[in-house]
């Protein structure tokens, strides 16, 4: 049992139901409620077994991901969560490597199958770079200014992004409806949540640099809160969060027009109103746990922006 916990806990298993739920939440409130006759519109997750088979390669990949993480970052998080590393601990180093190249393994070995099922090459191209690209932010990447940070925002975009990989295929037709599929809109959306997930992503990055500055510093990172400092690092993360509010705020006074007034409470109340805190507790933070406890407000308001999906059920 032992065991089993120190695994759930180093392939952060809330995370990967996040990405569960984000990704059914766009198939099912989305997708199912844009496309005309959705189970044959010939969508790449239109059929149930390719949309199972995109949801295990996503979750095994991100999986992978937070092993190799863990497993590069072990020196670090002794300073930083000496209670929450597990490798070495419970889980030997040599078992972690192996369970990184077997879920990579999987993700990608799905992937291609998925791939050739549909005849795209986008999903397998996309996740195998994801791979690739997790290794590198673990083992380079993640130390230098800024790279790392939107390497992770780009990944967390993709959970999303992936879903309308099919999509890419019938772009140079135009964004207009093509075999019933209003592919324009389809994109437009999967951009809106995706460009959401990528801001708050960053957001979220710069505040744990900030966070775990200690064990970062000892090891010779060089993120932003080392090589630039607290205040710019905080300066930084202020403008994203404005942005974020405004692009909120546009999005609910454009769709006010159709009359989604439950929508648009929402939004205020659950996502405008948390960032707003965010902002104000960013200006005050000074140790550790007010850095700890913004990360966590931001991933709250992550949820909350995915969850607005469910009012495409309630206004379609």
Known sequence: MKLTNAFLQLIRWPNLVFILLTQWLFRTCILQHTVTGFPNSGLLIANPFNFAGLMLASVCIAAAGYIINDYFDLNIDRVNKPDKNVIDRTIKRRWAIMWHLLLSGIGIAVSLYIGWRTRSLLLPAGNTVCVLLLWVYSTTFKKKILTGNVIISLLTAWVVLVLCADDWYRLPGGLTEQRGIPIGKILRLAFLYGGFAFIISLIREVVKDMEDMEGDARY?????????????????????????????????????????????VYALVFIEAPLVWILYRLYAAKVTADYHRLSMVVKVVMLTGILSMLFFLLYH
């Open 220 to 264: 010779g990172c060089r993120t932003m809160p080392i090589a630039w400092g607290i205040p710019v690092s905080k300066v930084f993360t202020a403008v994203w969060l404005v942005v974020l509010m405004a692009i909120v705020l546009i999005v609910q006074f454009y769709i006010l027009r159709f009359g989604w007034w439950l929508s648009a």
